[in-house]
Structures are given as structure tokens and as C-alpha cells.
């Protein structure tokens, strides 16, 4: 199993896209801006998405996914997320309002969209390559994907900040060899961070603290413009550690 980062960032600019991971040539976790990396062709294998929340630097390339190549494909793309991840789309996206409701078009017995609910802890299989929902912490329904193949396990956190629940699943993977998880803001911003639910250095850093398992790990979702001074207050604060940003690009073999 194979898994390329399309996109990474905490938001846009400069070449920066925001989250969106491919597996192998069919599956994507989270549709942010990351998927206009990929070329027609590309996009038209993507089978399934793995949504771990509905904000929309996770979502926004989701509608235009199946814009692009809903009517040269013969099955539905198939969307997998919490029941209220799902709910916030059919409400908020797929409302013939914001955008058409796939699932529809061009009938309801043919669509081009479908969506299937996960639950948490319930392992989705997908050939050989499996994927957990895990507990995060988030100010809306979200929850981190444990993705295991023949080589190991890899996590991502999605967007969250410190939480009991996920420390506890993470010790609980024993094959964990990647955890890819989130800091958005410096320290000075804290409270905007502690706010809007995400990781800043310290609370990373005390998040660490509390793991038994010891995985490289990767920090994604940073913030455009404050990336280095996220990375150096980080290292400060989890000397121990091993802390790499994650770079758009990347390839991880599982």
C-alpha cells in the first residue's frame, strides 16, 4: 500500500493545498484543495473517500471530484465518514442549493455519489488495506483513521487537539510506525488554537508525553506563513522526539 500526500498545508497560497491524501491509485482521505494536484485521468480511479470531518479544507475538492468525472464513470464514488460528517454533506453541500445532490443524479437508482457510514472503531476494508475511525477532539464530529496494510500502521489524526481517548488508541497499535498528526498555531496563539480545537507546540508536546508507542512523527496542517516557527517552538518543547514536517509530495510505503 501506497500513500501520497497531495496536500498538507493549514491553508493556501504559494503552492501550498490544503489536506488530501491518496492511497494507492483509488482511495482518498479527505478532498482539500489537494485534489486538483491530480490530473483528469487520475481522478476519474478514485473509487472512495475517507472523510475524517466536514470542514471544508477537507472537503471543498469532494463536489468538484464528481463534477469532473461523474458521467464518465459507471460506479459511484463512494464516500465513508462518521454518520455526522455525512449529515453535515447531505445539509450543507449536497443540498441543490450550495451544490447538486449526487446521489441523485442522474437518478437515485444510477448516482454518482453514494455514502456509507462509519462507525467508530469499525474497520472498513478495502482490499487489502484497512481503515479505523479513531476518538479525536475537534469542535465538530471528527475522528483520526488508523490505515494498516502488510507493513504496519499508519495514523492520521485529522484535525484535533489533546485528547485522552486518541493517546489511548495510539498505545493501543502496536505496529503504529507513522503517526501524521496536527499543529496549527504557535504558542502565542494558543487560545485561538485551544478555541477552534487544535494542536499548538506545548499541547502536542504534552499530547507525546503521554504515548508507550514510539512512531516517527509527522506534523501536518500548519499554518501558511508561521511553518518554521511552528516547527521550532515544537522541537523546543519535544526535545525527545523525532518531529518532521510533512511535505506535499510525500510518499509512505505500508
Do not use: Y
Amino acid at each position: 500500500m501506497k500513500l501520497t500526500i497531495l496536500g498538507c498545508s493549514g491553508g493556501i497560497g504559494s503552492g501550498r493545498h490544503t489536506t488530501c491524501f491518496k492511497i494507492d491509485d483509488d482511495i482518498l482521505i479527505d478532498a482539500g484543495t489537494g485534489i486538483t494536484t491530480l490530473s483528469l485521468d487520475e481522478l476519474l480511479v478514485i473509487d472512495h473517500v475517507v472523510l475524517t470531518h466536514a470542514h471544508l479544507d477537507h472537503v471543498l475538492g469532494l463536489p468538484l471530484l464528481l463534477d469532473a468525472v461523474g458521467e464518465m464513470r459507471t460506479t459511484p464514488v463512494i464516500v465513508h465518514a462518521l454518520p455526522e460528517v455525512l449529515e453535515v454533506l447531505a445539509k450543507h453541500m449536497f443540498n441543490w442549493h450550495v451544490w447538486p445532490d449526487f446521489r441523485e443524479i442522474p437518478s437515485a437508482e444510477l448516482p454518482w455519489l453514494q455514502f456509507e457510514p462509519l462507525q467508530m472503531s469499525e474497520k472498513l476494508a478495502l482490499g487489502a488495506r484497512t481503515f479505523t475511525p479513531l476518538p479525536v477532539n475537534h469542535v465538530v464530529p471528527a475522528c483520526a483513521f488508523q490505515i494498516s496494510g502488510a507493513g504496519g500502521s499508519l495514523v492520521f489524526s485529522g484535525d484535533t487537539t489533546s485528547s485522552e481517548a486518541f493517546a489511548e488508541a495510539l498505545n493501543a497499535i502496536p505496529d503504529l510506525r507513522h503517526l501524521i498528526i496536527e499543529t496549527s498555531f504557535e504558542n502565542a496563539l494558543a487560545d485561538i488554537a485551544l478555541a477552534s480545537k487544535h494542536h499548538w507546540p506545548d499541547s502536542l508536546a504534552a499530547q507525546l508525553h503521554e504515548l508507550r508507542v514510539r512512531p516517527q512523527v509527522w506534523i501536518t496542517h500548519l499554518k501558511p506563513g508561521n511553518e518554521a516557527a511552528i516547527m521550532d517552538e515544537l522541537r523546543a518543547a519535544a526535545p525527545d522526539w523525532p518531529l518532521t514536517a510533512l511535505q506535499q509530495g510525500q510518499m509512505f510505503t505500508l
